[in-house]
């Protein structure tokens, strides 16, 4: 009997533990103070990042599979001006040429995705393994480490096989779980020995809502109130399975991390005097980022998620939540599935707390009971969704630090877009943005947050998914309608480099020398994108009045109607001489 209540007691201790430990983030605390000149840890990683259905193209090439988004791009009305990313930066030719621009950068990693239908046209191993989209992988990987630059390896970027979806449901049905880990298998065999680092799932948050609640992303369904959270639960699941495969068959060969990508903004109290707004902002954060991060770490949903979402659902009348559950062995095998957290970051949110009654129907969102502000000074680059917030990133590393144990952190993603219509190299507000956000990352270091790399988001212009290329978050300006697609270095390259060449901020003099220089230098780059486009728009017009060109108009817009119509007289005066003999 005494060694069952010891082990009670010594369970009940761990778990009074946890929760102070999750306990600790102050929400009235928000040091938002001056900038911070110094310099990253030695051997901090300096990326960039891309995803295959953004970048590669080539969507039908080389035995490739179709992808949920192959068929969602080409559904009219469901891209901003139907665009697609069916060639998109033609990533899939131009491999040398982009890893030139890393060289250039002098990157320290690049995060790229595999696309799983070019590696497995119908997402099942046991149909067919594409050995061309495997080679065109194989060749990447080796470029990239004969180059000496790191690569991070994401296994899903939203790009899922076409037969699954249709066949299965996708990520509503379970069976996705054995299907991801197949595919996962297949790559640490085929890539495992030069890849080291591998991201399970990029934000998978997305791929929930916006894929499976909202509709806005593929496969566009809108199961408003539980598509979402069935999606995530088979997920989580998928997630913790490929881990444990990494960890029994290929850790000790490869030595390699497997980890996940979590996007997150971050939510700022209204009032940080006001518990409600606090409550409100937390349970932003923890509908957000918790929603997977708290599993992976700790075995379960957070519980302010399973305490909302089950009394929504009662007050619908429904028997069970519609927040799935996880049996005691699944929470024991989800928990610890991380050796280090990829996170996502853009922008921030106020939180304040609003009641939604389920009368109104129900939804993720107004699972919630919480409404989204943004403070009209912040700057706007264009992009209705991404403000200029740099002190949420502190706040968001420091919440992650005390929620989940201080865990190895990699930021995936961050950087940001504009959306406008005419060419502008000299990026003044992106570079703005990576000082800002840069620096208030490396404030979280000095907090004591182990953050190990950073990837800016991203290396190239990109097809921006419902935002089709209308949204551009490029250090390097992509011309797309140039078939080539030849790549622009914007002002923020230059900027970057110096950030990376000083590993981070060294002093004021310097980096005020830094914005000034790049600013000289895309102006030429501007100059010569501006030659460029005018010789494609000459040449254009050079066709239009060449003189042949004007004869063929001629020809056909005056001659050839003209022949038709006599052909058509002198058929009907031919038919009423017949008639007329014949009389």
Known sequence: ????????????????????????????????????????????????????????????????GMSIWDVFSHKKGKIFLNDTGDSSCEGYYKVKDDISLMKELKLNHYRFSISWPRILPTGIKSDHVNEKGIKYYDDLINLLVENKITPIVTLYHWDLPQVLQEKYGGWQNISMVNYFNDFANLCFERFGNRVKYWITFNNPWSVAVEGYETGEHAPGLKLKGTGAYRAAHHIIKAHAKVWHTYDTQWRNK????????????????????????????????????????????????????????????????????????????????????????????????????????????????????????????????????????????RRLLNFVKTQYGNPMIYVTENGVSEKM???????????????????????????????????????????EWDEGYSERFGLYYVDFRNKNKPRYPKASVQYYKRIISSNGFPNQREVENWKRKATETCSSSNQLLAAEQRSTAANILRLIHDPLTSHMEMVTEIVVPTVCTLCILLSAVFLMFLLRRRN
């Not at 009662?314 to 957290?341: M, N, V, W």
């Not at 005419?422 to 000082?435: A, G, N, V």
């Not at 990352?441 to 990837?455: E, Q, R, S, W």
């Open 421 to 463: 219509m005419c060419t502008e190299l000299c990026d003044d507000w992106r570079i703005q943005y990576f000082k800002d956000y840069i620096n208030e990352m490396l404030k979280a270091i000095k907090d004591g947050v182990n953050v190990k790399g950073y990837t800016a988001w991203s290396l190239l212009d990109k097809f």
């Open 254 to 393: 490869q030595k390699g991390l497997v980890g996940i990508s979590l996007s997150g903004d971050w939510g700022e109290p209204v009032d940080i005097t006001n518990q409600k707004d606090i409550e409100a902002a937390e349970r932003y954060v923890q509908f957000y980022l918790g929603w997977f991060a708290t599993p992976v770490f700790h075995g379960d949903y957070p519980q302010v998620m399973k305490d909302y979402i089950g009394r929504k659902s009662a007050q619908q009348g429904l028997g069970s939540s519609r927040l799935p559950t996880f049996s005691s062995q699944e929470k024991s095998y989800i928990k610890g599935t991380c050796d280090f957290l990829g996170i996502g970051h853009f922008t921030t949110r106020y939180v304040t707390q609003k009641n939604y009654p389920s009368s109104r129907g129900t939804t993720y969102f107004t699972d919630r009971d919480l409404a989204e502000l943004v403070d009209p000074r912040w700057p706007d680059p264009g992009s209705e969704w991404l403000y200029s917030v740099p002190w949420g990133f």
């Open 1 to 64: 009997m005494l060694p069952c209540c010891m082990s009670r007691v010594s369970h009940v201790l761990v778990l009074v533990l946890c929760l102070s430990a999750a306990e600790d983030f102050d929400w009235t605390k928000n040091d938002r103070g001056s900038f911070y000149y110094g310099t990253f840890p030695t051997g901090f990683s300096w990326g960039a990042g891309s995803s295959a259905y953004q970048t590669e193209g080539a969507w039908d090439k080389d035995g490739k």
